[in-house]
């Protein structure tokens, strides 16, 4: 008996010195679609200092003054032209930067929920090519997938005798939507399996369905998961659709190229105008980063 009490208080950590650095298991934490990296961009957008901002607008601002010692092309002429040409980059080029965003999310997201529930399916014929579409298009590069879309569709559809043209910006959104698609797939997937077993289980006890248990037991559950996730890729879209101005598509940078150019393609007017595409893109998107960081904290699974 004494050698079992004696075995009893000789608790490491308590009556003796801990054998591990970790005596304790902490509770685990989970992430809102269960993955560890869904909201870095997010993130990193958000959690960059004002101060950078500053130094980053002050260095725009300061750079046509640094050059017109070496030309005859003012600080001043550099940002008069570039207020001459900010109706037209915004009102024809940042506007279909934001239309081809919003319908490459709605249309990579509504397909991406199809898909992201396919990988759930306990059917193998249906499971397995969902993942292989999942995991082609969510690991293959943004740009490419632009170029195939771009080059092999056709730039008009005859039926009959109407001809339907097809703009490059509805190509654009066709090509983006397709690792948003992916991606948000992921996203669906991690948010179902993140649910505990238990609401599958306590839905089996009283006789739901497995459709019946996902509609009205599991995805209830995921959506608040899946909104932090689904603005940071969004974010992460809108971020990209500058891509497009590599094949022709007329949003912002392929706009204020040819701004550049009718301004006699002066050096001094870089800066300026990509400095101004900068802070358009970030005014757009900085917002979005910190709603995201908001509703993380809000909506975040506590165990």
């Known amino acids: 008996m004494k050698s079992q009490s004696k075995r009893r208080t000789n608790i490491p950590g308590v009556q003796s010195a801990p054998s591990t650095d970790l005596p304790v298991l902490k509770p685990f934490t989970a992430r809102a679609s269960g993955e560890p990296d869904d ?47 900010i109706p037209f980059i915004v009102k024809d080029g940042f506007f279909y930067n934001v239309v081809i965003s919003f319908f490459a999310m709605l249309i990579g997201t509504l397909v991406g929920v199809v898909l992201g529930l396919m990988q759930i399916s306990p059917s193998g014929f249906i499971r397995m090519p969902a993942k292989v579409i999942t995991q082609v298009f969510r690991n293959s590069p943004w740009l490419v997938l632009l170029f195939i879309v771009l080059l092999a569709l056709p730039f008009e559809i005859q039926i009959g005798d109407k001809i339907i043209r ?44 497995r459709q019946q248990t996902l509609w009205q037991v599991i995805l209830p559950q995921c959506f608040k998961r899946m909104i932090p996730p689904w603005m940071n890729w969004y974010a992460i879209l809108t971020m990209a659709t500058p891509l497009c101005s590599l094949l022709g598509v007329e949003e912002l940078i392929t706009l204020s190229r040819q701004a550049i150019e009718a301004e006699n393609n002066r050096p001094e007017l870089l800066v300026p105008f990509y400095g101004f595409a900068l802070l358009i893109f970030f005014a757009y998107c900085y917002p979005i980063a910190r709603a995201t960081i908001a509703l993380e904290r809000r909506f975040a699974v506590k165990l």
């Open 166 to 209: 097809i703009p490059d910006w509805m190509k654009a959104v066709f090509g983006l939507c397709l690792p948003i698609m992916a991606n948000i797939a992921e996203v669906v997937r991690g948010a179902i399996n993140s649910v505990p077993s238990g609401q599958w289980e306590a839905a089996e006890s009283l006789a739901y369905t």
């Open 39 to 85: 909201l870095l961009f997010s993130r990193w957008l958000a959690s960059t200092p004002n101060w950078a901002w500053l130094v980053l607008i002050v260095l725009i601002v300061a750079w046509p003054g640094v050059t017109a010692a070496a030309t005859n092309y003012t600080m001043t002429q550099a940002f008069q032209a570039l207020w001459r040409w």
